[in-house]
């Protein structure tokens, strides 16, 4: 895999203002994991309009939670760690300053649900239908995201000699690899989480049809969050600028979380001797 080119796409004329790959890869995927989400609402009967309408404070609950997400979980030391956006507050909000570098997917998720949910409340739907409907596309979304890490060169694992190991500027390589020779390749961790999100997608769109009579309202978005973590925490392994608690990567402590919790739920739910809880649900 060659190296990529600049992470500014082109330049907005008359304004004078850059605009990134990663942020385009990012809308792209927001845009593909709406589409899914179109299709989902059309095959279940519902008007399709209520995905494009709860896509707008999606999208700004979900970027504000990516930011504040990665801002929180940044490593100490530098000028993009926890320390030094507090020195420099305004580097929190400044996306024209180097595009939207700097998201966290969990806290993305958090806030795209909060979203949801608050858009569900004012145009009386279910939250959890609602929310199966538009994970589905969820996984794809991140795939297509994650390429954005590519361009910015950036999500990349220890060196390697693997032959789809990946070439990193030094310029953008962490201090502990700065020594290595130009020719070192790197475990493309992006790429990783990229492939395990297209398969997460193929799987959540294989249950939610193949399974649909089976299924309950909030079923699909509990498999989501069995699904996702599991390849994240693999991927956390390729993390050399994870942040960490007690030498345990913060993602793979919030992944186990998430997959322990979430299965209790399906489980939960699923109980033989709660035939009653489909027709309660909301």
């Known amino acids: 895999m060659p190296l990529p080119p600049d992470p500014e796409a082109f330049v907005i004329p ?18 593909a994991a709406a589409y899914v989400a179109d299709r989902e609402a059309r095959r279940h009967g519902h008007n399709p309009d209520h995905v494009w309408n709860a896509l707008i404070p999606c999208m700004i609950l979900g970027l504000l939670g990516a930011r504040l997400y990665h801002v929180v979980s940044s490593p100490a030391g530098g000028g993009t760690s926890l320390s030094g956006y507090l020195k420099d507050p305004m580097s929190i909000v400044a996306f024209w300053d180097g595009g939207l570098r700097g998201l966290g997917i969990y806290g993305a998720v958090v806030g795209g649900l909060l979203g949801l ?17 538009c994970v589905v596309g969820v996984p794809l979304g991140q795939a297509i995201g994650r390429w954005g890490n590519w361009f910015n060169q950036e999500l990349y694992g220890n060196p390697t000699k693997l032959p789809w190991g990946i070439p990193i500027a030094p310029e953008y390589r962490l201090p502990q690899f700065a020594a290595e020779p130009e020719s070192t390749r790197f ?19 294989y249950i939610a049809h193949r399974w649909d009579d089976r299924l309950r309202h909030g ?7 069995i699904l996702y973590p599991a390849g994240r925490y693999l991927v956390e392994l390729q993390r050399p600028d994870a942040w960490t608690w007690a030498g345990i990567p913060v993602a793979q402590i919030v992944s186990v979380a998430s997959i322990v919790a979430a299965s209790v739920a399906l489980i939960w739910r699923h109980r033989s001797d709660r035939p009653a809880l489909a027709a309660a649900e909301d």
């Open 219 to 225: 079923d699909l978005v509990l498999l989501y969050l």
């Open 117 to 133: 949910w608050l858009y569900t409340r004012w145009a009386k739907l279910s939250f959890r239908e609602w929310a199966d409907i």
């Open 187 to 205: 475990h493309p961790s992006f790429l990783y989480e990229s492939l395990w999100s297209v398969l997460s997608f193929f799987v959540l769109s």
């Open 14 to 31: 008359f304004i004078d203002r850059p605009v990134y790959w990663y942020g385009l890869m990012v809308t792209l995927g927001t845009l």
